[in-house]
Nanobody
Framework: QVQLVESGGGLVQAGGSLRLSCAASGRSFSTYAMGWFRQAPEKEREFVAYISGRGGLTTYADSVKGRFSISRDNAKNTVYLQMNSLKFEDTAVYYC???????????????WGQGTQVTVSS
């Protein structure tokens, strides 16, 4: 069992930056790929980024490529999402999730955090 708790969300102006954190409890954090997803009001949940268990592989959605960066610190059982050049359309609840393997599909993820709100003002 893995429990995930996100933090770092908030209100930021367009063009600004935020760093989200996701702290994991439980065993074998480094054996899980970690993903970030987001869901805007009245929209379906969408993939944002993932990182492999040891951090050697990362992938991003086209909409955030070049602006967002995912990383992890396995010693701290934490995964991060650095978000730069934020846009109004990045406004959403952001969720981290853990999966046995890397995937863009949310159904592949077994454990989810409660989410953290990111609001970008235009």
């Amino acid at each position: 069992q893995v429990q995930l708790v996100e933090s770092g969300g908030g209100l930021v102006q367009a063009g600004g930056s935020l760093r989200l954190s996701c702290a994991a409890s439980g065993r074998s954090f480094s054996t899980y790929a970690m993903g970030w997803f987001r869901q805007a009001p009245e929209k379906e949940r969408e993939f944002v980024a993932y990182i492999s268990g040891r951090g050697g592989l990362t992938t991003y959605a086209d909409s955030v490529k070049g602006r967002f960066s995912i990383s992890r610190d396995n010693a701290k059982n934490t995964v991060y999402l650095q978000m730069n050049s934020l846009k109004f359309e990045d406004t959403a609840v952001y969720y981290c999730a853990a999966s046995p393997g890397v995937s863009r599909n949310g159904r592949s993820y077994d454990f989810w955090g409660q989410g953290t709100q990111v609001t970008v003002s235009s």
